[in-house]
């Protein structure tokens, strides 16, 4: 399996007023070039932080980074900022949370493609621009006649298939997408996210796709990286059945809990307990000690083990997963 992204030891603190505040924490993951990850998490886990450093725009005076980001092998924190320029939309692009909205509104959506397409392909021709645009523009079926327009005269789920196709302009290997459908209603939202499902099988790419939706996450992706207080605490590609829920992570298994069931027997709604740790004023152990129903002793002191790997748990008091039971769809 080909890994075209990989996130290395990930380290990120804000800066701020009264020091450093740390967002991310000892993340490693990766992503092959034939599927989805899925990174969920509660808010102000550190979700968004991790689209923005992955891309490298976290800017110096904002955070501090350490780690690795490999896209397709290459460290984009090792990169020039012409190379990063190059780099970023035609190995790696990425939609935005509300991206829908950042559509320039003095520009047609046809000039949108074309200012991508320019600044990349030295040489491009108008014609190969207008083929182009077209062809990207039914691969997330719209008409091709929906490249004359302006961003106000289309719906909010026209726009945000604009920019899924304007994110696949350069035919990246990585696409991540933070919370591409949240704007949404719920019909809209689920064709976008069957169109997604098709484009990343036929283009073979590696997306990485936050939500704080849990359900949303479980029904699209192959594994689910599991983020709690700027840590990683399972990654999974486990069933996401209440039934099997005590073979995760025990934050998995709350917010498994605390996601309503849109399908299947009734059960109550159950919230985790507490509140996220203060990331100021974390301690050695594991972050979700004390909220966490099985702890134990050991947890508070002993900093959670670092793992790396396709699937696995971070907790003193849970195995790893078997990797060869029961694989997701
Ligand atoms: N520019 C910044 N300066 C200082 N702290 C920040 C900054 N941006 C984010 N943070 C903090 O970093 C942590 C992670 O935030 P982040 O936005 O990545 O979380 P998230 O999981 O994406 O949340 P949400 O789902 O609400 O968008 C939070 O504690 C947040 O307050």
Known sequence: MTEALVVDSLHVSYITQSGLVPALRNVSLSIASNEILGLVGESGSGKSTMAQAVMRL?????????????????????????????????????VFQSSMNALNPVLSIQEHFADTMEAHIPGITRDEILK?????????????????????????GMRQRVVIALS???????????????????????????????????????????????????????????????????ITDRGMALEDAREHHPYTQGLM???????????????????????????????????????????????LPSKSGRVYIRCHAMPDPVVEKVKRP
């Open 58 to 94: 976290l800017k110096p005076d904002v955070a501090t980074v350490d780690g690795r980001i490999l896209v397709d092998g290459q460290d984009l924190y090792q990169l020039t900022p012409e190379e990063l320029r190059l780099t970023r939309w035609r190995k790696i692009a990425m």
């Open 132 to 156: 182009r645009t077209a062809d990207l523009l039914e691969q997330v079926r719209l008409d091709p006649a929906v490249a004359r327009s302006y961003a106000h005269e289309l719906s909010g």
């Open 168 to 234: 696949l302009a350069l035919d990246p290997s990585v696409l991540i997408m933070d919370e591409p459908t949240t704007a949404l209603d719920v019909v809209v939202q689920r064709s976008i996210l069957d169109e997604i499902a098709a484009l990343q099988k036929q283009r073979q790419l590696a997306v990485l796709f936050i939500s704080h939706d849990f359900n949303l996450v479980s029904g699209l992706a192959n594994r689910i990286a599991v983020m709690y207080a700027g840590e990683i605490m399972e």
């Open 257 to 303: 809990r605390a996601a309503p069931r849109l399908v299947g027997t009734k059960v109550s709604i159950e919230g985790i307990p507490g509140e996220p740790p203060d990331m100021t004023q974390l301690g050695p152990g594991c972050p979700f000690f004390d909220r966490c129903p099985e702890r134990l002793p050991m947890c508070r002191t002993t900093p």
